[in-house]
């Protein structure tokens, strides 16, 4: 017998393949057809067997909590994510407007602060903001970019609108699981791709490597043919799979800080044949991390002397430093401003509704109403530092109110939104489990995106959360092309 | 190629060897222990002890055990994490150099590491060590050898390529001449005579361990002799684990990196390889036994260490001291 969905429980979300019980979306009939075709050990054997491959592969990430063998598979749920065409264009439209007005923003704080000057943004926000950079202060980037490379989250809501949860415009990771995760669909499950237009993914080494070169410093010896690098923290950074797959499919070298030394404000590698200048760094660590010259002085991983020759015009760095500024969970409050004071237009993809902590009628009301609301540290990510008001006890509660008084600089608060559901292959049948998605946008010459992104599963029954170090795991995304 | 990676290589090179050689060598006495009379007293002391005294690890070993025998050495050798040398220790340490340097490696090499090591954490493992050892150790003798092979088939011959084989022939070469100096451990039971069914029991026993003797009974037709066991292993020219074998390979290698021709020299590393070469071919049996093997043998290994250490010292010199589990060699 095949695996049916006769006992699936739609419930009160917006569900991704259902819009009632036993109605199935169109776009996801002939997956339907499929699934019901296959019966449920032969499912469970393939799961089994993908699973398998991503540990063979060593497709795994490190979660620093557990001492346990620190090298985990990222749980992989076989029914893949679809996206309507229609519904993928909105989606592209929208980052696009939203990458092209943070990337002016970031250009205006480093130089004029018109934004700040004409009251959009409060200046008290740009000061007090822990990732402003100083060193930036009237620097001109290359190509005028700064975030070359973003993820921005996005969730839907109840009735199934696309809202943007955060920004990464740092150094969002996550990436190899859209491609591996597509290899491994294709392998254990050929047949579906034969009867759907699933768009491609296999090229993002190549539109990331085409990026990095465009981006090659003023000073570069060679502009046609610049050395690209992907600088890792090294083997115990619990993205070094990545780290490695990315420098894998551009074919670059990937450095650790003690490969790259920098002398008279030019960056070399240390080869057998001696030094080798450095033209672009895609770099996977945070600015903190980069110079100890500058930055963190203990850092061990990072380069001396490298921000200075990126100052200089002879390397370039993507991102740019100083983007951690965009990205704030405080400044996320002001991108729909932004795009409006930018671009003069209204933005496609709204914010989820936010209130901050630093305007007195918004902390009144996150005080009152904590109990309902999710509270987030303006700094902190992958799950960390954050406070959902209906699964807390009152002891968190009380500790958050406080934490709010002290630093309101430093707080956010958004309404609960109920995350939509996709069924997920949990214990041998079909269970509701709450998704997000992370596009992954490539700022170059043009803007890129490939289609889909990565869709992470919150697979603990009932959790909104789905960051990978929290126990979520990931499924393949598609965007389909109707006929 | 970047410093750190060639390095990574060399001793990716290395450690897959090492677990290959030391896989063997539990394999070989293992059967061995098998023919011999067990019930002569300290047997197994006798049949086990040279073994670490070969590998240089007795120190460690007690350490962490009390009595040598077969059960103590085997797992010693095998799954003891704080011995260094152990096939696991030497696989979780090729694996770790692997996860470094995957970008330069292919996908299919890394895989092959990546499972040896997986299955060497697994259950199955563990129990067919119990039950079967002799399997166990030719599976990972098995996995090795595919290693290498995918390497030969999957990667560039390049730089990469070749401080890889730089790595497996200095780690085989320097095997070679433990497993052969094994013998001079070996104390032969008082009422037995050189040449005596034991001896050549032994001898035997040290060309099974390089995987010489079928190979050996092809190139001599007489009984197995100690002084043609020794040309064997150390001079024969086209078997791929005799010492002078590995030297020529390592040689060739050094030479492929700088592109400098071979019997010139342009580094240290190569001169010191070109003389060890050249000596190796031009030496005779009877030369070794006047020096004495031992001292022979233990001078080889000497020399192999350093055409490593000057290979650092060539193309690795801008590096930070290597980590303290890299830098563990048996030399």
Known sequence: MGLNFEQYEVGEFFDEMWTAPRKVRPHYQQLLTRFGETPAEELERKYQLASETFLNQGITFTVYSDNQGTERIMPFDPLPRIIPTAEWEHIERGLIQRITALNLFLKDIYHEQRIVKEGVVPEEVVKSARHFRPEMVGYDVPKDVYIHICGSDLIRDRDGRYLVLEDNGRCPSGVSYVLENREVMKRVFPKLFARNKVRPVGHYGQELLNLLRYVAPRNCRTPNEPTVVLLTPGIYNSAYFEHSFLARSMGIEIVVGGDLIVKDDVVYMKTTKGLKRVDVIYRRMDDDFLDPKVFRADSLLGVPGLVSAYRAGNVNLANAIGTGIADDKVMYYFVPKMVKFYLGEDPILPNVPTYLSMFEKDRKYMLENISQLVIKSANESGGYGMLIGPHATKEQHEQFRQAILVDPRNYIGQPVVSLSRSPSFCDGSFEGRHIDLRPYILYGERITIIPGGLTRVALRKGSLVVNSSQGGGSKDTWVVDED | ?331
């Open chain 2, 1 to 331: 190629m970047l410093s750190r990676v060639a390095d990574t290589l060399y001793w990716l090179g290395r450690y897959i060897e090492r677990a290959e050689n030391n896989a063997r060598i539990l394999d070989v006495n293992l059967q061995v222990t098998l023919d011999s009379d067990e019930s002569a007293p300290d047997a197994e002391l006798y049949a086990w002890q040279p073994i670490l005294a070969t590998l240089e690890d007795v120190k460690v070993f007690k350490s962490v055990y009390e009595a040598i025998n077969g059960d103590t050495v085997c797992d010693f050798v095998t799954f003891e994490k704080n011995n260094p040398n152990s096939i696991w220790s030497c696989v979780a340490a090729a694996r770790e150099n692997a996860r470094t340097v995957r970008e330069y490696i292919s996908s299919e090499m890394w895989e092959r590491i990546n499972s040896l090591y997986l299955w060497l954490k697994s259950e199955p493992s563990r129990d067919l060590v119990g039950s079967a050892g002799i399997d166990f150790y030719r599976h990972v003798v098995d996995q090795c050898h595919q290693f290498h092979g995918t390497t030969d088939q999957t990667l560039m011959h390049a730089d990469g390529w070749d401080f890889l084989q730089v790595g497996k022939f200095i780690e085989r070469g320097d095997s070679a001449s433990r497993i052969l100096d094994l013998k001079y451990h070996i104390l032969l039971p008082q009422e037995e005579e050189v040449g005596g069914t034991v001896d050549i029991v032994q001898w035997q026993a040290v060309l099974r361990s390089c995987s010489a003797l079928e190979a050996y009974r092809k190139f001599y037709t007489g009984p197995v002799t100690p002084w043609s066991v020794a040309e064997f292993v150390i001079l024969n020219d086209r078997f791929p684990r005799s010492i002078r074998f590995s030297v020529d390979a390592l040689d060739t290698a050094i030479h492929r990196i700088s592109g400098c021709d071979r019997a010139h020299y342009s580094n240290e590393a190569e001169r010191l390889s070109g003389r060890l070469c050249a000596e190796l071919t031009y030496v005779t049996t009877a030369e070794i036994f006047r020096t004495g093997m031992h001292e022979y043998l233990d001078a080889i290994q000497t020399r192999l260490n350093e055409i490593g250490n000057a290979m650092h010292r060539q193309y690795c010199e801008w590096m930070e001291p290597a980590p303290v589990s890299q830098s563990q060699s048996q030399g």
